[in-house]
């Protein structure tokens, strides 16, 4: 088990001077893909702040992006961690102070931050349970070093939400498998590309959900078809159709003699269901 907030800490954090605009620090974080940035003035930092700083503080109240500096949003107290302080600590940091992320320190100068995704909490394992770097340690089967154990989640690897629900099922195929006395056969589902994960279908403005499938109506659309028939409509070539399989089941199918791998189809589907393969050429 990882001894130090080194171990887990992500390295090279983004920075901006507490006169950036907000405009400037959102673009920042977008470009990079995070959800936090350190504030700095001069050679000193002075805080830290998250997507959700920028929405509260300066969205809601109406401020301009483009005149509004960043120190605008930061909070009035900063904490930090040591680079060489224990991994217990830095979580009592962050639940005591209510927060979820902290910038690292290694004497004066900021080597990393720490967020809660990266520190989970191992307080309850068991004796005999292996971790390593802060984090359970499992096999390919999500087996901890106990064999009647299985661990998934963000207390093996930070992850999304989805690859979770993945190793749960995976993780119930083995126990199965245990249990009827057979060895777990290789895991052979293959994974949708995160790019094909679109959001045509996903209302944010949807909060409460009165069941499971109103639930499921507003899931991120992974490549499972809505029937909208748009593949068909833009096909060029009519290389598509829709085949009807006896009471509410249906496929579309591609006639491989007609298709001439144009893509409108994977371009125009809100779903993501078509994966588009590589043309091979004529000998």
Request: net charge negative.
């Amino acid at each position: 088990m990882p001894e130090t907030v080194r171990d887990v800490m992500t390295p090279y954090p983004a920075a901006v001077s507490a006169d950036t605009t907000l405009a400037d620090t959102a673009r920042l974080m977008r470009d990079k893909d995070i959800g936090d940035v350190l504030i700095t003035r001069g050679d000193r930092l002075v805080g830290i702040v998250t997507d959700r700083d920028v929405t509260i503080r300066a969205t809601a109240e109406g401020l301009d992006p483009s005149q509004t500096p960043i120190e605008t949003c930061l909070s009035s107290d900063l904490v930090v961690v040591g680079a060489g302080d224990d991994v217990d600590d830095a979580l009592a940091a962050l639940r005591d102070h209510a927060i979820r992320r902290v910038p690292v320190i290694d004497g004066d100068i900021v080597v990393g931050i720490v967020s809660i995704g990266d520190l989970p909490d191992l307080s309850f394992l068991p004796e005999g349970i292996a971790a390593e770097r802060g984090f359970i340690k499992v096999d390919a089967d999500h087996r901890t070093s106990d064999p009647k154990v299985f661990a998934i989640g963000d207390v093996v690897r930070p992850g999304l939400l989805t690859e979770a629900i993945g190793a749960g099922r995976r993780v119930a195929q083995c126990i199965c498998d245990d249990y009827d006395g057979r060895t777990p056969a290789p895991f052979r589902r293959q994974m949708i590309e995160k790019r094909r994960v679109t959001l045509e279908y996903f209302d944010p403005r949807i909060t409460v959900f009165s069941d499971v499938h109103q639930c499921g109506s507003q899931c991120l659309s992974c490549g499972a078809c809505r029937d909208c028939g748009v593949c068909v409509a833009v096909c060029p070539a009519g290389a598509i159709r829709r085949n009807e399989l006896g009471g509410k089941s249906y496929e579309y199918a591609v006639d491989e003699n007609l298709c001439i791998g144009c893509g409108f189809c994977a371009g125009a589907c809100p779903c993501g269901v078509w994966n588009l393969e590589e043309n091979y050429p004529l000998e």
